[in-house]
């Protein structure tokens, strides 16, 4: 693999060196500082092709975004879309398990596909709420915990992986709720890895957020 080929030019860097003449080396420590070190990330983006064909992502959104969320009792059994997520990996596990014994990926493979797989589908949750009513009360916000507890307590159990990369993606999101006016526009400013739109939403649901704060952080966010 690519990477296995970059692992060994690293290991055979010294006797390149050794049979170049002119010192120093720019050309070579340009190619081991600047293209070797972006293997890895070549990787993941390749990995990211399969992680956007693994499971029906319109379908987890779609699911997300019509659950109610505007609740006022307290539940205890999670949403209907974490069984149909998990209906998804399951399936997808199969395929990869099966390709596995084909092909012999080794383990640090499969970890990395699964890693992207699981952002890609934290990415739906947070998108999902994102196009849900604007309406949430505190309780709909708790169901969303009750429901990302649930999800990624069975992903550790199928998957292996533990911790379960890119939870506190989701888990940031809900709890920013929560968060009073001043540490809320704090925390915008920190956290460019989601939306504008994921950003209104959040401040179109927080309702302790004065009209005033909204606009200010909604023009900002325009800018």
């Not at 009513?133 to 429901?147: F, H, I, P, T, Y």
Request: with cysteine; charged share 20%; proline share 3%.
């Amino acid at each position: 693999s690519l990477v296995f080929l970059a692992n060994q030019i690293d290991i055979l860097r010294p006797v390149i060196e050794s049979l170049i003449s002119h010192r120093p080396f720019p050309t070579l420590s340009k190619f081991y500082n600047q293209v070797l070190t972006a293997v890895a990330d070549v990787r993941r983006l390749v990995y990211g092709c399969v992680a956007s064909r693994a499971l029906n992502y319109p379908r987890i959104i779609a699911l997300v975004s019509s659950t109610k969320w505007d609740i006022a009792d307290l539940q205890s059994q999670h949403s209907q879309y974490v069984d149909v997520i998990l209906e998804e990996i399951d399936c997808f596990a199969k395929h990869l398990e099966e390709l596995s014994r084909c092909t012999g990926l080794q383990r640090a493979v499969t970890e990395t596909i699964w890693d992207v797989v699981i952002h890609s589908v934290f990415k739906a949750l947070v998108q999902g709420y994102c196009e849900s009513s604007k309406r949430c009360s505190s309780e709909g916000r708790a169901l969303m915990q009750l429901d990302l507890t649930q999800l990624v307590a069975k992903i550790e159990e199928k998957v292996g992986l533990k911790p379960v990369p890119h939870t506190a993606f989701v888990e940031n999101y809900i709890k920013a709720y929560y968060l009073p006016e001043s540490s809320l526009e704090q925390w915008i400013q920190q956290h460019g890895e989601y939306t504008a739109n994921q950003i209104i939403t959040l401040l179109n649901v927080a309702t302790h957020v004065s009209r005033k704060a909204r606009a200010r952080i909604i023009s900002a966010l325009d800018e």
